[in-house]
T-cell receptor, first 115, second 109 residues
Framework: DAGITQSPRHKVTETGTPVTLRCHQT?????MYWYRQDPGHGLRLIHY???????DKGEVSDGYSVSRSKTEDFLLTLESATSSQTSVYFC??????????????FGPGTRLTVL | QKEVEQNSGPLSVPEGAIASLNCTYS??????FFWYRQYSGKSPELIMS????GDKEDGRFTAQLNKASQYVSLLIRDSQPSDSATYLC?????????FGSGTQLTVLP
């Protein structure tokens, strides 16, 4: 998994509780991404980061926030989890120096269930 | 909105046959194109990247790109049961990837 770990790997939580997922990389790559994967929707971008403290929204950012205080860590927070956020969450990294390349490599994923 | 369309399948081929997977995209500004393989319960794995029109071969895999037709394909020659997986097409524009919903491939022994 290209030196990427995600924690936790599985989590069950209740509606209304805050949840933080962590992505950690050992590759020193500049770009990091958070996706969610749902049946029938494929992979959808939530947020991404292009450097420490530099983040931007993706296609499905509502209800999510992110932070990146170190190159190696990218955190995804659900401020108040809802059942619609039940999903598999993947982190990805990219080091391509040119935006036209943008090869991305994925972590193992976190399966989140919101009851 | 950028869209990437794939035949959802499932696609079944006999062992040793050629599997053909297709993908179309809507954003003409797209710059790079990828195929990922995803086994059930696992994360996507990058298997092919293609950046210019034409064919790119890597072992049993050939990616084909036609920007004028906004079409990308993946051919898998001599298909093996271990190729059974979901194949995701991804298109890059402005450092963001847009994924298709995937094609499920089954290779029958």
């Amino acid at each position: 998994d290209a030196g990427i770990t995600q924690s936790p790997r599985h989590k069950v939580t209740e509606t209304g509780t805050p949840v933080t997922l962590r992505c950690h990389q050992t590759e020193n790559h500049r770009y990091m991404y958070w996706y969610r994967q749902d049946p029938g929707h494929g992979l959808r971008l939530i947020h991404y980061s292009y450097g420490v403290k530099d983040t931007d929204k993706g296609e499905v950012s509502d209800g999510y926030s992110v932070s990146r205080s170190k190159t190696e860590d990218f955190l995804l927070t659900l401020e108040s989890a809802t059942s619609s956020q039940t999903s598999v969450y993947f982190c990805a990294i990219s080091s391509s120096p040119r935006s036209s390349y943008n090869e991305q490599f994925f972590g193992p994923g976190t399966r989140l269930t919101v009851l | 909105q950028k869209e990437v369309e794939q035949n959802s399948g499932p696609l079944s081929v006999p062992e040793g046959a050629i599997a053909s997977l297709n993908c179309t995209y809507s954003d003409r500004g797209s710059q790079s194109f990828f195929w990922y393989r995803q086994y059930s319960g696992k994360s996507p794995e990058l298997i092919m990247s293609i950046y210019s029109n034409g064919d790119k071969e890597d072992g049993r895999f050939t990616a084909q790109l036609n920007k004028a037709s906004q079409y990308v394909s993946l051919l898998i020659r001599d298909s093996q049961p271990s190729d059974s997986a979901t194949y995701l097409c991804a298109v890059s524009s402005a450092r963001q990837l847009t994924f298709g919903s995937g094609t499920q491939l089954t290779v029958l022994p």
